[in-house]
């Protein structure tokens, strides 16, 4: 993945609300189901974000279901 806009990223929180999911489960994801995610600059555990557009489109290949779609804080944050 290259030149991902900061402004298109989701945080771990943001991720769980849009699946309706726990933290574990996208951690999971991340390991086990190449889930799209970059690792930003910092400390032992960098912070984690999500590429908005490469995680719908994961979705979408994946047959993942997306309630918080509806959710108004999660579409603020995805329509951005």
């Known amino acids: ?20 999911r726990s933290r574990g489960t996208i951690t999971n994801w ?3 189901q190449d889930f799209p995610h ?3 600059p910092g400390g032992k555990l960098p912070p984690i974000r999500f590429p908005k557009t490469e995680v719908i489109s994961w979705a979408k290949r994946n047959n993942k279901e997306m ?14």
């Open 1 to 20: 993945m290259t030149n991902v806009n900061l402004d298109e990223l989701l945080t771990v929180r943001d991720v769980c609300t849009l699946f309706g």
């Open 30 to 32: 991340i390991k086990d």
């Open 38 to 40: 970059v690792h930003l």
């Open 67 to 80: 309630p918080g779609l509806n959710d108004d804080n999660i579409e603020s944050t995805l329509t951005h």
